[in-house]
């Protein structure tokens, strides 16, 4: 009987220490999710109607507070996120802003068009560029009659957005007439290859300093000039011996 109530005794404050365990586990991950739930972050939301394709002012947004989830990420919750952008959609009063639906602003001309350059295996970046960088695009197309042709199909094209992407380097858009947008269309679906090439803008500051060398080097050859002027100079005593004789 003794070894009977020693084991129900043992079992008993086993029991016991195991549920004061969990107990305490369960009242700790129900503290973290009141805390999770009570901490809160602001997000960016319309204000008042927003119509699509309109630019994004701060007088449009308003900041509301939110619990933080894993969802927060997708919402706007910086004011720089907003600055310069547009909203593709249309946004009702009230509506949480997120990233998917605001797009940086491209200043660009009224006449122009951005088009994109997708890098793959016809279109050849040959050097790194980034927005603002000027371009040259080489087009190499193939035909029966010239066979491989190789030119230089626009220049000095300024670059005015880049878009990451999850394979492979960035997307490239470059702002050109509507002519010239018509003819880089054409190109990419008809070319055998396009490179582009990036503009050195820095070697132009550069020239002028070598054309301004030049004038120095010729200052140190005057000097040699005057030589010949002192040997002329000996001649003149023949003329005194000469006066001499006649005396």
């Known amino acids: 009987m003794i070894d009977a109530k020693r084991k129900a005794f043992i079992f008993l404050t086993l029991a016991f220490l195991l549920a004061v365990v969990a107990a305490g586990f369960i009242i700790n991950q129900i503290q ?21 394709y309109t630019t994004l002012e701060a007088g449009d947004i308003q900041w509301v507070e939110m619990p933080k989830t894993a969802q927060v990420d997708s919402f706007i919750q910086k004011s720089d996120d907003i600055e310069d952008s547009i909203s593709i ?47 040259d695009v080489i087009s190499v197309l193939e035909n029966k009659e010239k066979g491989v042709t190789t030119q230089r199909l626009l220049e000095n094209v300024q670059v005015v957005q880049m878009e990451e992407r999850e394979e492979g380097p960035p997307a490239i858009k470059v702002s050109l007439s509507v002519e010239d947008a018509e003819k880089l269309i054409f190109t990419q679906n008809a070319a055998k290859q396009i490179r582009v090439l990036r503009v050195n803008q820095v070697t132009k500051g550069e020239e002028p300093k070598q054309q301004e060398q030049k004038p120095t080097e010729e200052k140190k050859e005057e000097p040699k000039q005057e030589q010949p002027k002192k040997e002329e100079q000996k001649p003149a005593e023949p003329k005194q011996d000469a006066k001499k004789d006649e005396q």
């Open 32 to 52: 973290m999710a009141q805390e999770s739930l009570g901490e809160t972050v602001e997000v960016a939301a319309a204000d008042g109607d927003i119509q699509s």
């Open 89 to 135: 959609v249309n946004l009702k009063e009230g509506d949480l802003v997120t990233k998917s639906v605001v797009r940086k602003k491209i200043d660009i001309p009224a006449n122009h068009r951005v088009v994109w350059l997708n890098p793959g295996e016809n279109v050849l970046v040959d050097q790194g560029v980034a927005e603002g960088d000027l371009v």
